[in-house]
Nanobody
Framework: QLQLVESGGGLVQPGGSLRLSCAGSGFSLDYYVVVWFRQAPGKEREGVAC????????NYGDSVQGRFTIARDNAKNMVYLQMNNLNPDDTAVYSC??????????????????WGKGTLVTVSS
């Protein structure tokens, strides 16, 4: 079965950090652009970060620029999202998605082929 599996979510205090992981299962992520999205209760889905297949190009949403870092390890078939200086507005379900045809420029608006089920991040004191 071809799927993406997220992990690493949880409860963290404001100012804290978390690292999310996205694993490809049943297929290789090597040639895919991978995107992290998030959706908070009552809000629209938001593009957070994306990374090109080679890892050379990245793109970030304005609200996370400078705080979040996306990286990939193709040898492990994994993509990571390092989240620092978290605040309550970062509370959301974070999902990773992958597509062959997307680019690091178009990633937030491109239809994605594969989606994970998401992992919940809660930032609260």
């Amino acid at each position: 079965q071809l799927q993406l599996v997220e992990s690493g979510g949880g409860l963290v205090q404001p100012g804290g950090s978390l690292r999310l992981s996205c694993a490809g299962s049943g297929f290789s992520l090597d040639y895919y652009v991978v995107v992290w999205f998030r959706q908070a209760p009552g809000k629209e889905r938001e593009g957070v970060a994306c990374i090109s297949s080679s890892g050379v190009s990245t793109n970030y949403g304005d609200s996370v620029q400078g705080r979040f870092t996306i990286a990939r390890d193709n040898a492990k078939n994994m993509v990571y999202l390092q989240m620092n200086n978290l605040n309550p507005d970062d509370t959301a379900v974070y999902s990773c998605a992958a597509d062959l045809g997307a680019t690091a420029v178009s990633c937030f608006d491109h239809a994605m082929e594969f989606w994970g089920k998401g992992t919940l991040v809660t930032v609260s004191s």
